[in-house]
């Protein structure tokens, strides 16, 4: 029940079917949005908007403990075409309540977006702040931070939380800051929901750049 969160309305029984009734958001996803709009006007003002929403939706989850483990671009939607801004919160298959004295050890996730501590199969909802510090980035910055040539190049970036800024690209250090502080290895270092929520990047008017 958050309005960036997709709500389960209602559930039909049939003899050999069970039909979901769910919000209707037919604005596609983040993904695509990003896709089609690779050089928006105003990317960090729009990239602002975009993740205090998912911050919200984030701590709501993380108060009701529970952890989504699979936050990536293409499980944000837009509510519509022509509320291009509103997002929504997609596909909890991989998610599961937790408790705040036990870790995780399965390790689940889109690897992109997937946390160090997740690879090493010992980790707790932080691991939800990692992936919001990767589509932080990408969000600024057109591409994700961390790649390679193969799967094991990658996962040994993300253990080692190992990637730079784009040299071209005008970011303010706000954001830079921002991602940062998301994008720690040290989960007792990592921003929590509350404290992204709070940052200042999101409260400054970066019409200008910096």
Not at 177 to 186: I, N, Y
């Amino acid at each position: 029940d958050h309005p960036h969160i997709v709500r389960l309305r209602e559930v039909f029984y049939a003899r050999r079917r069970i039909y979901l009734i769910m919000d209707l958001c037919t604005g596609g996803n983040l993904l695509d949005f990003m896709k089609r709009h690779p050089n928006h006007p105003d990317s960090e003002a729009m990239a602002k908007d975009f993740l205090r929403q998912m911050l919200y939706a984030v701590k709501y989850l993380h108060e009701h403990q529970i952890v989504h483990r699979d936050l990536k671009l293409e499980n944000w939607l837009l509510q519509s075409p022509h509320q291009s801004r509103q997002l929504k919160l997609i596909d909890f298959g991989l998610s599961k309540f937790f408790n705040k004295n036990e870790l995780m050890v399965q390790s689940v996730g889109s690897l992109y977006y997937v946390a160090p501590e997740v690879l090493e199969n010992a980790y707790s909802e932080a691991c939800d702040m990692w992936s919001i510090g990767v589509i932080a980035y990408m969000l600024l910055f057109g591409r994700p931070p961390f790649w390679g040539n193969n799967n094991d190049q990658m996962r040994a970036r993300i253990k080692n939380a190992q990637y730079s800024f784009p040299p071209d690209l005008r970011v303010s250090k706000s954001a830079k800051d921002f991602v940062q502080l998301l994008l720690v290895k040290d989960t007792g270092k990592r921003m929590t929901a509350h404290e992204a929520l709070n940052h200042f990047f999101l409260f400054e008017d970066h019409s200008g750049g910096g």
